[in-house]
């Protein structure tokens, strides 16, 4: 038997889906996930299928944050071909617990879509700008992702 600490430091490993391309390595996890959260802040951000398909359907662009662990995987098999079509970039994240808490809700959220723009308002240019830098400096790291891919 060990102490605490060591069954802490061993994570049980996450289940992916096989269609989990492209998955973010590490350090572009985090980097999307702080974008995901400064956007959830500042109220660019549709959580769930039904609201990101519903938001790439009516044309907002944006970078789509797939779950790698999503169960059953059907719920979101057609999420990926929706942004390709829409030439709106996806990435995986291995943990749909890990997408919610980044988008500030307790409930796991299979995919989040994070917009350019809020839907109401405008923002103060300072919030603009973090935002933009951030959101672009992920979008080329996913770009590059992608391409290693496919």
Do not use: W
């Not at 049980?12 to 959830?40: D, H, N």
């Not at 240019?125 to 830098?133: A, C, F, I, N």
């Amino acid at each position: 038997m060990g102490s605490d600490t060591e069954t802490e430091k061993k994570k049980t490993p996450v289940a992916l889906m096989p269609i989990a391309k492209p998955l973010a390595g590490k350090k572009l996890c985090k980097r999307t996930l702080k974008l995901v959260r400064r956007a959830s802040e500042a109220k660019c951000l549709k959580r769930g299928v039904k609201e990101v398909v519903k938001s790439i359907r009516r044309g907002n662009k944006g970078l789509c944050v797939i779950a790698g662990n999503v169960s059953p995987i059907d719920v979101i098999t057609h999420v990926p071909i929706l942004c390709e079509e829409a030439n709106v970039p996806y990435i995986y994240v291995p943990s749909k617990e890990g997408l919610a808490t980044a988008g500030t809700t307790k409930r796991p959220t299979c995919c989040v879509l994070v917009l350019t723009k809020p839907t109401k308002g405008e923002l103060s240019e300072e919030v603009k700008d973090k935002l933009k830098s951030d959101y672009d400096q992920v979008v080329t790291e996913v770009a590059e992702a992608t391409s290693a891919v496919f």
